[in-house]
């Protein structure tokens, strides 16, 4: 009997509740790496400006500035293509 019930709960969950589960599991995973990730660039601009002030480095800032606008820009309008391209 016990094992019946089990097998029901393993089919239910993996025929309606897999996908739900599997996107929960996925999206959780993807906001941890995301996270992970800021800091870590946050740390390394951080580290860029503190050797800057101690004069260690020269950071041209402007250039960095520039760099990082053309680069969001660019994922931006990958990430919408992308999306519009699913969305159809």
Known sequence: MDFLLLKML????FSAGGG???GAVAGYAIKKVVKIAA???????T???FLSYKGWIDVK????ENA???TLASVTTQ????LNNALS
Not at 39 to 45: E, S
Not at 61 to 64: D, I, K, P
């Open 39 to 45: 800091v870590v660039v946050g740390l390394f601009v």
């Open 20 to 22: 739900f589960l599997f």
């Open 47 to 49: 580290g860029l400006a």
């Open 61 to 64: 800032w402007t250039a960095m």
């Open 79 to 82: 990430a919408i293509h992308t």
């Open 68 to 70: 990082t606008r053309s």
């Open 10 to 13: 393993v089919d239910f969950l």
